[in-house]
Structure formats: structure tokens, C-alpha cells
């Protein structure tokens, strides 16, 4: 393998971390006090722009005319340094991966380095594919996905994807990445390695150095 390509939030550090919350109460505020939905109305329309698209932005693009960038910036305008801290294991761990690594994430570059640089992990990924690399088209449409492995220059076969969220790895399988998931949900046939973290993927490296079947660690 090439490339591993990892997903940023609730996988480059623990769910426990709660970042997410953060930038949910600017998404509800956004919805509310910029776009002017009603409050009573926010959490059904959420619910249903993320069945219809993906992600909520989305939904407020096509149905609100809101700016994709307007949005960005105000839903990932939080304290991230107040939620994470460095994490020297898993530097070491991804100092030592003997293969070319970056991010693959929803949210945009601007919080992808706030969160590297919170964790420590800043200068360890040569770029950060973020929401913008196919057109605001998020995981798991397979535009975005092509959209990286063409910057990348790679086969899909030659990358694996490190996720949290198990539909984004069905896309990535369906290409031809190796699938690692991260935490505790239920794994599809689609996934070849499941982990309890992201600083235990040198151990999952050991599947396609076997091929083994379908493990957990």
C-alpha cells in the first residue's frame, strides 16, 4: 500500500472528546439565527437534509441559498483547544508508518489544521482533502473519493481509508481502498480491519501484508 488516508474527527482522537458538540450548537445557531429557520424546526430539517445529502450544508445550499464558505467558517469557529491536547503515542505511531499519509475529512482545511495542531499531528500529512475537494459534495458520494485519488495520483487499490463512520468506508471499498474502522460501531462486509483507535493501525497493516480474512483488533 501507497497511501492511508485518515478521517479527522472522532478518529484522529476519541468520540469521548466531544468536539463534535461544539460545532452541532453553531450548526443550530447558524440554521436559526443566520438562515432564519425557525428553532422548532431545526432538528427536522437536519435530520432530513442529512438523509437526502450527507451533511446539513447541503441541504441549506440547495434549499436556502446559503454560501457554502459563509457556513464553513461559522460552524467550525469553536474552541478546539479547549477539547484536545497533544497526543504523543499517536505521533510516533504516525511518524513510523512506512507510507504516505493525509487527511480526508467533511469539515473544511481550516478545521482540519486546528485540530492537527491541537493533537500535535500538524506537519505529519502532506495535505488535507477537505468538503471543497468535490465541489462541497461530502463522504460517502464517490466524486469526492475520485476527486483524491486523482490529487493523489494513485490507484485506489494502492490506498487504505481509516474511518469512524462505516458508509464512508463502503464507498471506499466499493473503489478498491483497503477499509479500516475506528471505534465500536457495527462493521459491514465492507470493512477489512476494525480498531478500537487510530494509534493501532500499525497492527491492522499486518492484513494486507497476510491476507487474512476480516479481523478485529
Not at 497533544?86 to 489544521?113: I, K, W, Y
Request: with cysteine; aromatic share 8%.
Amino acid at each position: 500500500m501507497d497511501c492511508i488516508l485518515f478521517d479527522l474527527d472522532n478518529t484522529l482522537y476519541p468520540p469521548e472528546r466531544d468536539l463534535f458538540s461544539l460545532i452541532d450548537r453553531r450548526i443550530n445557531r447558524y440554521m436559526n439565527e443566520v438562515v432564519g429557520i425557525p428553532r422548532e424546526e431545526v432538528d427536522v430539517l437536519r435530520r432530513r437534509y442529512w438523509q437526502l445529502y450527507g451533511v446539513t450544508m447541503q441541504g441549506l445550499m440547495r434549499h436556502h441559498q446559503v454560501d457554502p464558505e459563509d457556513y464553513l467558517a461559522y460552524v467550525h469557529d469553536i474552541d478546539v483547544a479547549s477539547r484536545l491536547a497533544p497526543d504523543p503515542a499517536l505521533r510516533r505511531v504516525l511518524e513510523d508508518l512506512p507510507m504516505r499519509r493525509a487527511v480526508f475529512t467533511n469539515a473544511s482545511t481550516g478545521h482540519g489544521e486546528r485540530v492537527l495542531k491541537a493533537l500535535g499531528l500538524n506537519d505529519l500529512f502532506e495535505e488535507i482533502f477537505d468538503i471543497r475537494v468535490a465541489n462541497y459534495l461530502p463522504k460517502p458520494y464517490p466524486e469526492p473519493y475520485y476527486a483524491v485519488l486523482a490529487r493523489l495520483d494513485l490507484p485506489a487499490n494502492r490506498c487504505i481509508m481509516v474511518e469512524d463512520t462505516p458508509e464512508n468506508l463502503q464507498t471506499a471499498k466499493a473503489l478498491g481502498m483497503g477499509t479500516i474502522l475506528v471505534g465500536g460501531k457495527a462493521a459491514g462486509p465492507y470493512v477489512d480491519v476494525q480498531l478500537g483507535s487510530a494509534g493501532q493501525v500499525p497492527e491492522a497493516l499486518d492484513f494486507w501484508a497476510g491476507s487474512l480474512g476480516s479481523v478485529a483488533l
